[in-house]
């Protein structure tokens, strides 16, 4: 089969949204208030099809987030990715290269490295199998006592109940985290539900998502400013609703709530975000 020339494509969003409890996840650091939000975000993608098999991709992406009145915590954010894969037949085989690039306030902030070989492949007619091995470098230029190296484990299943117009995912994820300093070392168990349907509406698609997230953190070394290890338990509920008004522009509306308990006093706390995005792609 001839090669397929290389395809483009393009998105570019803005929005605002409302978070009650302006934070850094990275750091451990919640503000306990609110504040609005203008986004931006902006994707750009090649994809090359060498054969009816074997696929290459390159995904850059762009994400800013300006807030009201905590400006020093506006944070802006690239991404830089690339992806291969292959189809083996009873199954595809690839893998995917990541950068993280994000920073606080214009100043520099978070560099993440991932890497991720993984197999997919159908079990039966409706279910599908995907297993991923992830390696992670994180660099973080305020606290790099925090910067680790991670190595995890993935496995998703997904029930296709009427295609993609309707299905389900489940997946499990178990992590260990090696910081530079002791006291940030985990080990972590997750887990993750997620239903998607897409119904037609005035002949233009709307599409829905729930999901909800657990995570439990094990900290293997003694947290000093408690005086015993940490642990973290962590719920996310999420909500994405978004309508094709043209073939080309959608809005969106979003929403969720998160739950995080822990034993360490800054990592404790509930949060809900909400907000609207208007989106165009060609």
Do not use: C
Not at 16 to 35: H, K, M, P, R, T
Not at 160 to 189: H, I, T, V, W
Not at 248 to 273: F, I, K, T, W
């Amino acid at each position: 089969m001839a090669t397929k020339a290389t395809e483009f494509s393009a998105e570019v969003g803005i929005g605002g949204e409302y978070d009650s409890n302006v934070s850094i996840d990275e750091l451990d650091a919640s503000s306990s208030q609110g504040d609005y939000a203008l986004t931006l975000d902006a994707r750009l993608q090649a994809d090359h099809q060498f054969s009816s098999a074997t696929d290459l991709s390159f995904t850059y992406n762009f994400s800013d987030t300006s807030y009201h009145e905590f400006s020093n915590l506006d944070r802006q954010t690239h991404l830089l990715g690339g992806n291969f894969a292959t189809d083996l037949g009873p199954a595809s085989a690839g893998g995917s290269l990541y950068y993280i690039n994000a920073r606080l306030d214009g100043n520099a902030f978070l560099e993440y490295y991932r890497a991720s070989p993984y197999v997919s492949g159908f079990l039966a007619k409706k279910w599908f199998l995907r297993g991923a091995y992830v390696y992670a470098d994180k660099r973080i230029e305020q606290n790099p006592g925090r910067d680790a190296l991670s190595n995890s484990g993935e496995l998703d299943v997904y029930f296709f109940r009427r295609g993609l117009r309707s299905y389900f995912n489940a997946g499990y994820k178990y992590k260990r985290e090696d910081a530079d300093a002791d006291q940030y070392d985990y080990a972590s168990n997750e887990a993750k539900l997620r239903y998607i349907h897409r119904w037609d509406v005035y002949e233009r698609a709307l599409k829905l998502e729930l999901a909800w997230r657990y995570e439990y953190r094990n900290y293997s070394s003694i947290t000093p400013s408690i005086m015993t290890e940490r642990w973290d338990r962590r719920q996310r509920w999420k909500f994405d609703l978004a309508y094709d008004v043209t073939p080309r522009a959608s809005l969106e509306l979003y929403g969720g709530y998160a739950d995080y308990a822990s034993n360490y006093p800054s990592a404790d706390y509930d949060q809900y975000v909400i907000g609207t995005r208007v989106s165009y792609s060609w």
